[in-house]
């Protein structure tokens, strides 16, 4: 990822799905908003403005995360609470022009 993926704007964003990477951020997110907040440095915001994700049990038509979300699920159908994950997400990637 570098700072062009965000056509080296500030408040350039998109989603990045962490999931099929395996990592630890992708088993507990799964997919994130990314912002760039200062191109000259390659700092970016991780989440939204006021959370950084919404954990839920929702169908939304991805067929990984819907088996998985299937498979979480303590009981039947629309079982299970949604939340939000409050923090402070920032990270630094490397800038190109």
């Known amino acids: 990822m570098l700072t062009q993926d965000f056509d080296n704007k500030i408040g350039g964003s998109f989603y990045e799905d962490f999931v099929y ?4 951020t992708g088993r507990v997110y799964g997919t994130l908003r990314l912002t760039l907040t ?6 970016v ?3 939204g403005q006021t959370y950084i994700d919404e954990y ?13 979300t ?4 303590p009981g039947g159908e629309d079982n ?5 994950i409050y923090g402070n997400g920032q990270l630094k990637v490397p800038v190109k022009k």
């Open 21 to 24: 990477g395996l990592s630890n």
């Open 38 to 43: 200062n191109a000259a440095t390659g700092a």
């Open 45 to 47: 915001h991780i989440g």
């Open 56 to 68: 839920d049990f929702k169908i939304d038509g991805r067929p990984f995360r819907n088996f998985a």
């Open 70 to 73: 299937w498979l979480g699920r």
């Open 80 to 84: 299970g609470r949604s939340f939000f």
